[in-house]
C-alpha cells in the first residue's frame, strides 16, 4: 500500500515481461513524506535456498544544481532483511511472514526519506511425487522421501494411511507395517499438493511369540491353548515342548495351537519355539486328577470303553494301576 501521491514503478531488471512466478519478497507501504521518488526493479538473484531478492531503486527529486544526491540505505531489522549500499535487499530469516523494514534516507540533510515494509513469503511447492510402490515386513519400518518441486519450496508435510491395520505412517513418513496385506501411503502439501505410494506389507519372520502363563488341565480331558505371535500374521512354523511327558504330552503339529493332554497330577513347563529361533515364554501347566475318576473295572470292560496308560499306551482292559478309562482317570487296586 502506498501513502502519498508521487508515483511508484515496478520492473524487472532484465525488463523482461510479468510471468505467473511469485517473488519471495513483497515490497508495499512506501512511505514518500517528502519529496522522494522511489523505483521499484524485482528480479532473481543467486542465493542459497534460489529465494528471490529485492532490489530497491530510488530517485530524489531535487534541483539540478543540488551538489549532494546520495543516500543511505538501512534495514530496521538486520535479523529479517539486510540492504546494501545500492538498494540490494537480501533475506536474512526465510520463514514465511516475517516481516522487516527498509529507509532510505537523503544524505543532503533534508531529513528526505522513504520507507519499504517488506514481508517473507514462502516458495509454494509446484509438484510432489513419492516412489510409485514400496515393500516392507509385518513388524518392520521403511522411511518415504518425497521429491517436490522446486527443491527449496518451503511446506509442512501430511501423511496417511488409506489402511492403518495394514501400515501406519508417522508425520516424518516413515512407514510401519503392521499386518499382511497392501494400501496406500499419501503425502499433501499446504497448497494441496498430493501424491501417494501403493505400498505391500509382506508377513515377515515374528519378532515374539507369547504363550499363557498358567493353565490347568485335568488328566484325560485335553486342552486346547494358543501361542500368539507378533506382528499378527508372521509366518513360522512352530515346534511345542513339554520339559516332562509323563505329565503333560503337548501336541501342536507346527500350527498356533497346541494340545495338552495332562497324563499324570504334577507340574510341567510347555515352550514353543518358532523357525526363527525365538522361544517364547513359560507356560506353567498345573495337572489335576479328575475328582469324578472310575474305579469300576468291570463297567469299564463290559461297555468296551477305551483305556490307555498314563503314556497314551491303549489296553485291551484296565490293570493295576492308574489307567485312562474313557478319558477320566481310574485307579484299579
Known amino acids: 500500500m502506498l501513502v502519498g501521491t508521487l508515483p511508484v514503478k515496478v520492473r524487472f531488471v532484465d525488463d523482461s515481461a510479468f510471468d505467473k512466478q511469485i ?39 531535487e534541483p539540478d544544481n543540488a551538489t549532494d544526491k546520495t543516500v543511505t540505505w538501512k534495514s ?30 537523503a544524505n543532503d ?4 526519506k522513504a520507507t519499504c515494509e517488506v514481508t517473507v513469503t514462502p516458495i509454494l511447492p509446484e509438484s510432489i511425487s513419492l516412489p510409485s510402490t514400496m515393500t516392507v ?10 521429491t517436490i518441486t522446486p527443491a527449496d519450496a518451503v511446506t509442512t508435510l501430511t501423511w ?10 508417522n508425520s516424518k513418513g516413515v512407514v510401519t507395517g503392521v499386518k499382511k496385506g497392501q494400501t496406500f501411503i499419501n503425502v499433501e502439501t499446504d ?83 518358532t523357525s526363527n529361533g525365538l522361544t517364547s515364554n513359560a507356560c506353567k501347566v ?11 473295572v468291570q463297567m469299564a470292560e463290559s461297555n468296551n470303553v477305551p483305556v490307555f496308560t498314563l503314556s497314551g499306551q491303549r489296553l485291551a482292559a484296565p490293570k493295576k494301576g492308574i489307567n485312562i478309562v474313557g478319558g477320566k482317570k481310574m485307579v484299579v487296586k
Open 191 to 273: 497448497n494441496g499438493k498430493t501424491a501417494y505410494c501403493k505400498l505391500t506389507v509382506t508377513a515377515g519372520e515374528p519378532t515374539e511369540i507369547i504363550l499363557p502363563k498358567n493353565v490347568t488341565v485335568t488328566i484325560g480331558t485335553p486342552l486346547t491353548i494358543t501361542a500368539t505371535v507378533i506382528p499378527e500374521g508372521a509366518e513360522t512354523t512352530l515346534t511345542w515342548k513339554s520339559d516332562d511327558e509323563t505329565i503333560v504330552r503337548v501336541n501342536g503339529s507346527g500350527a498356533l495351537t497346541g494340545l495338552l493332554t495332562g497324563l499324570a497330577e504334577g507340574l510341567a513347563i510347555v515352550t514353543v519355539s
Open 286 to 296: 498345573k495337572v489335576e486328577p479328575d475328582p469324578s475318576g472310575i474305579n469300576d
Open 76 to 105: 530496521e531489522d538486520p535479523t529479517v532483511a539486510t540492504v546494501d549500499s545500492n538498494g540490494k535487499v537480501t533475506v536474512v530469516t526465510p520463514v514465511n511472514g516475517a516481516e522487516g523494514a527498509i529507509t532510505c534516507t
Open 160 to 169: 496417511s494411511s488409506d489402511d492403518e491395520s495394514i501400515a501406519t505412517v
Open 137 to 146: 515386513a509385518a513388524g518392520q519400518t521403511v522411511a518415504l522421501t518425497p
Open 109 to 112: 540533510g533534508s531529513g528526505v
Open 23 to 61: 517473488p519471495n519478497i513483497l515490497c508495499g507501504n512506501i512511505l514518500d513524506t517528502l519529496h522522494l521518488e522511489i523505483v521499484i526493479n524485482l528480479y532473481k538473484s543467486k542465493k542459497i535456498g534460489q529465494r528471490e531478492s529485492l532490489r530497491i531503486q530510488q530517485v530524489l527529486r
